[in-house]
């Protein structure tokens, strides 16, 4: 089976830094994704991770351990408008489709 | 940029009825897909294609159907709808690959009544 775990939700203040983790257990594994959903709106892409380590972009990091199955997103100086639901996504391999986490909705506060 | 268009931003329909959500991308992608999302519950998938008049079933293709007859359209059908299918839909394209990034539409709010 595959089993997708991220924390519900999260509550962090304005110029801080959040960490939001998501372990994963999938039969395979072919890449992790974040994506970003503020409320009645559409999920946008963030970051994709194949390859263990950190990526960064601007104030956005993702990280990844493949050997524990585990991603962290990470954002920087926080602002009132990264309140947000954050969700997890792996694609186990090449042909099947991605499976989501549940998300982690964020709430920034002043 | 890429564009997926749903055709319903919020639609309302009775119990029994046959109900069509439409989904156009303008990017010519092969892979597309419907979800539905449900507080709680996240985004579940329901049906995907990755190409013409194929069709795969997701984790919860009960009470729903699809078509895809040209490359840019891929429909979802609800052929009796039920209270329990009212939810968010969510169709998005993307290009096989690597970072197979999806691009969503704007959602269709359904309320089956």
């Known amino acids: 089976g595959q089993n997708i775990d991220q924390p519900t939700e999260m509550t962090a203040t304005e110029g801080a830094i959040v960490q939001i983790n998501c372990t994963y257990q999938?039969?395979?594994?072919?890449?992790l994704f974040w994506y970003q959903q503020h409320a009645g709106e559409a999920p946008t892409f963030l970051s994709y991770?194949?390859?263990?380590g950190l990526e960064e972009k601007g104030r956005f990091s993702s990280f990844l351990s493949r050997s524990k199955g585990y991603s962290y997103l990470l954002l920087k100086e926080l602002q009132m408008k990264d309140s947000a639901s954050y969700l997890c996504?792996?694609?186990?391999?090449?042909?099947?489709?991605?499976?989501f986490g549940k998300g982690t909705r964020l709430s920034v506060i002043a | 940029d890429v564009k997926v268009t749903q055709s319903s931003r919020y639609l309302v329909k009775r119990t029994g009825e046959k109900v069509f959500l439409e989904c156009v991308q303008d990017?010519?992608?092969?892979?597309m897909f419907w979800y539905r999302q449900d507080p709680g519950l996240g985004l579940r998938l329901i049906y995907f294609?990755?190409?013409?008049?194929?069709?795969e079933k997701g984790d919860i293709p009960e009470g729903y159907s699809v078509s895809r007859e040209k490359k840019e359209r891929f429909s979802l059908i609800l052929e009796s709808a039920s209270t329990n299918q009212t939810s968010m839909y969510l169709c998005?394209?993307?290009?096989?690959?690597?970072?197979?990034?999806?691009?969503f539409g704007s959602g269709t709010q359904l309320s089956v009544l």
């Open positions: 998005a394209s993307s290009s096989p690959g690597g970072n197979e990034k999806l691009f």
């Open positions: 999938t039969s395979g594994f072919n890449g």
């Open positions: 991770n194949v390859l263990d």
């Open positions: 996504a792996v694609k186990s391999s090449g042909n099947t489709p991605l499976v």
């Open positions: 990017m010519d992608h092969e892979n």
């Open positions: 294609s990755y190409d013409v008049k194929m069709k």
